[in-house]
């Protein structure tokens, strides 16, 4: 009994010891939390475009395809450029988040044909990645930018022909820092003439020839991206 | 200037109608803007002993109010030079160290519904003469908009992929090897730059995080910096390079190099590998250049 006194007294003082204000009792409560690995991902957006030099981040058109018809051989002034081109071309918007990791985009193409056997020459459509640091992120941040440099942080890929010999063969856009920092990227997908004099619009152009079989030329351009 | 009252009020409804249409530009991209799916984890590391399986789960996530149609596939990868952890993707089994063939998975093609998740259950069976690391990356793709055939001139569909990457290795089979070789100092510009090849002479991949320091004799530091990361697979060969302003005056020294290539394993918190360091003598001359440079050791 004296005993069942003593454990009841105790069991009283420690009731009336937590009721106590300003009386704190401490313990090691074990947490753990574990962020997942998640992949980098990216949104898209596509923004058609019609006129030379034409800032897709104020203008342009978006889509959801890269429909480069009709295609012409006809210049604005009349005369004949001597291939077939379109005066529309697409910037690829691609805002990236890293969730973290490091990255990478590319782009690949194994080519444009028409089902009939005839296909686009290689170096018909061009590629030119870009960026710029006034462009600004959507949804709920949609009013901010994302720096005030057009020299992003990471490297950023080189133009030439989009389509790569084989959708295993790629086109890079963007390796990110090592800071892995989100961005906003472009990537124009073009079907020009040559430029004034003959100069090629990108390197490695050949441009589509008059004589190139007609038809209906369908190909996919692929956007891949991957922790380093 | 002064302004009327009339002008004043027709001056902001401009302003506000511009307004407008910006907002109304900036709504109509973000709603034709698309996300891919998402995927986790972007990377699985896994020891598995030859002739055993592991079975495991990716979770494939739909972030929008669109259900999407997504399409799953294997490839095999490798580093590209430089070996800054860029990668070049290959068909599968076309590659030496290709984990392609070890790995079945379902589902292959599924929708998923707006907001929703679809879970990914892959088995990887390693065959009992499997030995050194083996690789496979399992891609997640969707179209932006649908595929359609064009009726007259040109036209892309344009596709986006999502990578989840595989590294195996199985267990017992692995031997981690590294070589360091063709050491060079150079002073260009009044700045001092060190470059040194890596080379994996092991049989599995290493991501390298690596730094160096050079001390005298009585172990003041006179310069020190970190290496540029390196990923690369067995017999890859890459370049480390760091640079350093403070140009260390004429005398002999000794050269510490520190190699971490144990990253990716505590990543995948699979263990740690003792950090490799390596040291040498170094003799540098009036011009910054190295007059003497001892053995690695």
């Known amino acids: 009994m004296k005993k069942f006194n003593i454990a009841l007294l105790l069991a009283l003082i420690g009731l009336w010891a937590v009721s106590l204000p300003g009386v704190a009792f401490s313990a090691d409560i074990p947490v753990s939390a574990t962020v997942p690995t998640q992949s980098p991902e990216v949104t898209i957006a596509i923004k058609e475009l019609t006129s030379p030099g034409q800032d897709p981040g104020t203008s342009g058109t978006p889509v959801l395809e890269m429909n480069f018809n009709p295609l012409t051989h006809l210049l604005d002034g009349g005369a004949d450029a001597g291939v077939w081109y379109s005066q529309k071309y697409f910037c690829v918007f691609i805002y990236t988040s890293s969730w973290g990791n490091r990255y990478e985009v590319k782009s690949s193409c194994a080519g444009f044909s028409n089902g009939l056997g005839n296909s686009l020459p290689a170096g018909s459509v061009g590629f030119v990645p870009g960026y710029i640091g006034a462009d600004r992120w959507i949804g709920d941040d949609i009013l901010s930018a994302q720096d005030n440099d057009d020299d992003p942080p990471g490297d950023l890929g080189t133009p030439g022909p989009a389509i790569t010999g084989g959708v295993d063969v790629f086109k890079s856009i963007y390796v990110s820092e090592p800071e892995a920092t989100n961005r906003i990227l472009r990537a124009f997908y073009s079907i020009p003439p040559f430029e004034t004099g003959g100069a090629l619009a990108f390197p490695d152009q050949t441009p589509i020839p008059l004589n190139q079989p007609g038809g209906s030329y369908t190909g996919t351009v692929t956007i891949t991206i991957s922790a380093l | 200037m002064k302004i009327s009252y009339h002008d004043f009020w027709r001056q902001r409804a401009e302003l506000a109608f511009i307004a407008f249409m910006?907002?109304?530009?900036?709504?109509?991209?973000?709603?034709?803007?698309?996300?891919?799916?998402?995927?986790?984890?972007?990377?699985?590391?896994?020891?598995?002993?030859?002739?055993?399986?592991?079975?495991?789960?990716?979770?494939v996530s739909n972030p929008e109010k669109e259900a999407k149609n997504v399409k799953a596939y294997l490839e095999d990868?490798?580093?590209?030079?430089?070996?800054?952890?860029?990668?070049?993707?290959?068909?599968?089994?076309?590659?030496?160290?290709?984990?392609?063939?070890?790995?079945?998975?379902?589902?292959?093609?599924?929708?998923?519904?707006?907001?929703?998740?679809?879970?990914?259950?892959?088995?990887?069976?390693?065959?009992?003469?499997?030995?050194?690391?083996?690789?496979?990356?399992?891609?997640?793709?969707?179209?932006?908009?649908?595929?359609?055939?064009?009726?007259?001139?040109?036209?892309?569909?344009?596709?986006?992929?999502?990578?989840?990457?595989?590294?195996?290795?199985?267990?017992?089979?692995?031997?981690?090897?590294?070589?360091?070789?063709?050491?060079?100092?150079?002073?260009?510009?009044?700045?001092?730059?060190?470059?040194?090849?890596?080379?994996?002479?092991?049989?599995?991949?290493?991501?390298?995080?690596?730094?160096?320091?050079?001390?005298?004799?009585?172990?003041?530091?006179?310069?020190?910096?970190?290496?540029?990361?390196?990923?690369?697979?067995?017999?890859?060969?890459?370049?480390?390079?760091s640079s350093w302003k403070e140009n260390v005056p004429r005398g002999k020294y000794d050269l510490v190099l520190t190699m971490d290539i144990g990253t990716a394993l505590k990543e995948a918190d699979l263990g740690e590998i003792p950090v490799i360091t390596k040291e040498a003598q170094i003799e540098i001359g009036e011009d910054g250049g190295i007059i003497r440079i001892g053995e690695l050791k």
């Not at chain 2, 109509?28 to 495991?56: E, W, Y």
């Not at chain 2, 519904?113 to 390693?126: D, E, L, S």
């Open chain 2, 77 to 241: 990868w490798k580093y590209l030079p430089p070996y800054d952890g860029t990668k070049d993707f290959k068909p599968a089994s076309t590659t030496e160290l290709s984990a392609t063939n070890w790995i079945s998975f379902v589902p292959s093609e599924f929708t998923i519904p707006a907001y929703g998740t679809q879970t990914i259950n892959y088995r990887i069976k390693v065959p009992p003469d499997a030995s050194g690391g083996h690789y496979a990356v399992l891609f997640f793709e969707n179209y932006l908009g649908e595929q359609t055939q064009s009726t007259e001139g040109v036209r892309i569909n344009l596709a986006v992929r999502v990578a989840a990457l595989f590294y195996i290795e199985p267990k017992g089979t692995i031997n981690r090897k590294v070589q360091i070789d063709d050491l060079k100092f150079e002073r260009r510009n009044n700045k001092d730059y060190i470059t040194a090849n890596f080379i994996n002479a092991g049989n599995v991949d290493y991501t390298v995080k690596s730094n160096f320091f050079i001390i005298d004799k009585q172990g003041m530091v006179y310069a020190r910096g970190d290496f540029n990361d390196v990923y690369t697979f067995p017999q890859d060969v890459a370049v480390l390079k």
């Open chain 2, 22 to 59: 910006l907002f109304g530009l900036l709504i109509s991209v973000s709603c034709q803007a698309a996300d891919v799916v998402q995927v986790q984890p972007a990377k699985t590391r896994l020891i598995i002993a030859p002739g055993d399986s592991r079975a495991g789960t990716i979770i």
